[in-house]
């Protein structure tokens, strides 16, 4: 089992940054595949970015080279640092958790999930 917290949501201006974190329980953090996701207001939960125990990361189209996910296996804790932010980004941000992931984008991939951050970007 796995608890997943997050944390470094808040309001900032178009432009400006935010870096989201969220922390895992667990001896064997190194093992999972992390990801986040998020859900605007009226909209389905969409993938943003996943990193692997390889270290290999995926994003979506729309946050490359503005987002970065990263993770510290020593402090069992993923990362999301949100550059160059846009309205469009506002969204409750989730981060969600698995030892075998077959699909990173998929949310049926994940069987843990924290309980939201909210991100406001005004404009």
């Known amino acids: 089992q796995v608890q997943l917290v997050e944390s470094g949501g808040g309001l900032v201006q178009a432009g400006g940054s935010l870096r989201l974190s969220c922390a895992a329980s667990g001896r064997t953090f190194r093992n999972y595949a992390m990801g986040w996701f998020r859900q605007a207001p009226g909209k389905e939960r969409e993938f943003v970015a996943a990193?692997?125990?390889?270290?290999?990361?995926y994003y979506v189209d729309s946050v490359k080279g503005r987002f970065t996910i990263s993770r510290d296996n020593a402090k069992n804790t993923v990362y999301l640092q949100m550059n160059s932010l846009k309205p469009e980004d506002t969204a409750v941000y989730y981060c969600?958790?698995?030892?075998?992931?077959?699909?990173?984008?998929?949310?049926?991939?994940?069987?843990?999930w924290g309980q939201g951050t909210q991100v406001t970007v005004s404009s």
């Open positions: 990193i692997i125990r390889t270290d290999t990361t």
């Open positions: 969600a958790a698995n030892i075998m992931v077959l699909n990173v984008r998929s949310q049926r991939s994940y069987d843990y």
